[in-house]
């Protein structure tokens, strides 16, 4: 038995909650996660676990076990950084999980050439996907998440960008329906949504301290900022969406802003990661890539 490895397995295995999460983390096959626990167990003559094909548990000597093993394996880890000069240089794989409108309309996907130019023993592994993933279940270093607020205080953020949001619609629509002049005129419009936002059933307006909420409805709900581009390209509506994602279609005339004497949200773009006493140095050097890249670097915890 690699007593190391074991304790190690161990760890992973109580604080994701199961042998399958472990072993996407460690990638690990299953078998091997369960016989390092098996031997440590046999190790120690004591139960860890109680374990059933659906649910994972500490026993009493379980939990008083893992009390005393993280900090040792914190130190180790500490050590290691300390001691190996190697290990303040950038390297290894990098799984970064980010959506996929948010990386393809803005600046975010034309940096990462630059950042795998700038640091050659670093290989990035992105995913696009419209979702909000698990980083430690599903083994990712980081996350950029564009959000109106913070949610899971778990995760350590840093903020990348802000833009605002505008609302707009095609001519085309405009000259059919009106233009709205106050928000509350959009009830009766045709809204179109935005699923994976915070507020897609609601929007908010603000002008000087006067804050005003609106219901919102349509016929088209959708969780692809892309997708609510092309709708109102095609004059099927109004939306509320990040003024960046269709800056070019405000200046060539294909799109029309509304209610500019009100401002409204500002989507916030973070890069998050777990929560960690050491973070390795190629998640500390992307995030302050494109922090330097992008633009705003104010720091959240």
């Known amino acids: ?16 909650g199961s042998f399958a999460a472990a ?5 690990m096959s299953p078998a091997a996660i369960s016989k390092n626990v098996g031997e440590l167990e046999a190790h120690l003559g004591v139960r860890l676990l109680n374990r059933t094909t659906r649910h ?18 914190d130190d180790l880890e500490s050590a290691d950084s300390s001691l190996s000069p190697l290990q303040q240089v ?10 996929t409108s948010l990386t393809l309309l803005t600046p975010l996907s034309k940096t990462m050439a630059k950042f795998l130019d ?29 959000m109106d607020s913070l949610g899971d205080s778990s995760l350590v953020s840093r903020k990348i960008m802000t833009t605002p949001h505008v609302l707009c619609g095609a001519p085309s629509y405009l000259e059919r329906f009106g233009a709205p002049e106050e928000p509350s005129d959009l009830r009766r419009h045709n809204c179109v949504q935005f699923t994976l936002s915070g507020h897609p059933d609601e929007w908010v307006f603000h002008r000087d301290d006067r804050a005003v909420r609106v219901p919102i409805a349509g016929r088209y709900k959708v969780s692809s900022s892309m997708a609510v581009r092309d709708a109102l ?3 099927f509506g109004l939306s509320l969406i990040p003024q960046i994602y269709v800056q070019e279609e405000i200046e ?18 973070y890069a998050v990661y777990p929560s960690r ?25």
């Open 1 to 16: 038995m690699d007593r190391l490895t074991a304790l190690n397995v161990f760890r992973q295995a109580v604080e994701l």
């Open 277 to 301: 006493r050491h973070v390795v140095p190629k998640v500390h050097a992307f995030v302050d890539f494109v922090v330097g890249e992008l633009g705003q670097g104010a720091v959240q915890d």
């Open 90 to 99: 950038p390297k290894g794989t990098l799984r970064i999980s980010a959506p």
């Open 118 to 146: 700038r640091y050659p023993k670093v290989l990035v592994d992105l995913r696009l996907e419209d979702r909000r993933v698990n980083l430690v279940e599903e083994g990712f270093d980081l996350a950029i998440r564009a």
């Open 233 to 235: 390209c095609a004059g």
């Open 56 to 73: 994972m548990s500490l026993t009493e000597a379980g939990s008083l076990y893992y009390e005393q093993i993280v900090g040792v394996l």
């Open 23 to 27: 072993s996407r983390r460690l990638r």
């Open 252 to 269: 060539s005339g294909r799109l029309r802003t509304v209610l500019d004497g009100w401002s409204a949200v500002e989507l916030s773009v």
